[in-house]
């Protein structure tokens, strides 16, 4: 890498573009697109660093692109809207190669295929130690439909997308147990290959429900008491109805690990967790079958102190506000 200019064109070369309305491609000092005169833009910002997002040995090159898309999506997804146009800033330093930062863009655009977005630009940088991607996302979404964390309502339904815990148990397991890996694929996928779920969030956008909702990056727990606080409701999770993979309790008794430790506080599962009127749930719950969705109904909405509660076996307990935090050790 000895030149920055055709390094970048190597990069955008095989970028995914698709749209009429771009005006000004990449290439210029910025780009320009004509946006739609009866939809809300929606804009997102999620960055990926070396050794607090990734290490070499847990994900590939191309898995750090993907899951650098993949991320930002799941944003757009818990908003209920559509992604359109992407902006990439790397910080690159001397230890990644140029063929390994295109590996990176290979899995982002793998992604950026699957769900139409179009890179329009970005920024490279040298960083002295850290590999460091950001990933800025705009989307779409009907005027007044997004999906806000603030809408929960006494009554509501909990729901969940998918299985939670498993990105967490991946997690572990490559760092601990790689040789492990190709005994528990599920988990292994969950860490470094999630999958945003844009169809559910466009999908409960679309049956005018206007649900609750919010992606679940820094864990169950954090995230629904995000719901909980920014509605000012109590959460009341029952425990065992958490949707949880038959590989992440075969790898958690294998390793001798509790499994509630990755299923509430671990993250980066990117599903969504929400709630709806108690009215609409048999709805959702008819659709979800014909649409082969996974959601599970894991509580329910009371008035009261904003907290979250499980509950199990007859017995209620404060959930900690626990999960990933950046500065927890500060
Ligand atoms: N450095 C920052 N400057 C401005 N806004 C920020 C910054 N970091 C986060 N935010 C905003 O704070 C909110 C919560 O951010 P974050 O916890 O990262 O959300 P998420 O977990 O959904 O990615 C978002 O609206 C985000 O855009
Ligand atoms: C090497 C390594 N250590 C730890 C983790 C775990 N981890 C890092 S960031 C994170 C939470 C999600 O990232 P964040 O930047 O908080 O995303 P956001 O909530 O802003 O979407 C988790 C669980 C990891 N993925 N890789
Ligand atoms: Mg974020
Ligand atoms: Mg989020
Ligand atoms: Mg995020």
Redesign the pocket.
């Known amino acids: 890498m000895n030149d920055e200019f055709s390094f970048i064109r190597s990069l955008i070369a095989h970028r995914f573009v698709e749209s009429e309305r771009i005006e000004v491609d990449v290439g210029d000092d910025a780009a320009v697109v004509i946006p739609h005169s009866d939809r809300s833009l929606v804009m997102t910002c999620?960055?990926?660093?070396e050794?607090?997002?990734?290490?070499r040995k847990?994900?590939s090159p191309a898995d750090i692109g993907w899951k650098l898309l993949a991320?930002?999506l799941?944003?757009l997804a818990a908003m209920g809207a559509v992604p359109t146009y992407a902006l990439i800033s790397v910080a690159v330093p001397p230890s990644w190669q140029a063929e390994e930062v295109e590996e990176i863009y290979h899995g982002i655009y793998d992604l950026a295929r699957e769900w139409k977005v179009s890179l329009m630009g970005g920024d490279t940088v040298r960083i002295p130690e850290y590999l460091t991607l950001t990933l800025t996302l705009l989307g779409e979404v009907g005027r007044g439909e997004a999906l806000l964390r603030s809408s929960a309502k006494p009554g509501d339904v909990v729901f969940v997308t998918g299985t939670v815990g498993d990105?967490?148990a991946g997690?572990h397991l490559l760092?601990h147990h790689p040789d492990q890996r190709f005994n528990y694929p599920a988990l292994v996928q969950a860490?470094c290959r999630p999958n945003p779920q844009l169809h559910i969030g466009k999908w409960l956008v679309s049956t005018r429900f206007r649900p609750a909702c919010d992606?679940i990056?820094?864990?169950l727990a954090q995230e629904a008491w995000e719901i909980a606080e920014a509605s000012q409701v109590c959460i009341v999770l029952d425990r065992e109805k958490i949707p949880i993979s038959e590989q992440l309790l075969q790898y958690a008794k294998a390793v001798g690990q509790d499994p509630f430790e990755w299923v509430w506080f671990?993250?980066?599962d990117y599903q969504l967790i929400g709630t709806v009127r108690k009215e609409y749930w048999a709805k959702l719950k008819e659709t979800v079958k014909e649409k082969g969705f996974l959601l599970s109904m894991i509580g329910r909405v009371e008035s009261g102190t904003p907290q979250v509660e499980v509950e199990s076996e007859g017995i209620r307990m404060v959930l900690p506000k626990r999960?990933?935090?950046?500065f927890a050790d500060r």
């Open positions: 999620d960055t990926m660093v050794t607090v997002h990734f290490l847990t994900m991320s930002n799941s944003d990105a967490a997690l760092l860490h992606d990056s820094d864990g671990g993250g980066e999960g990933y935090n950046h």
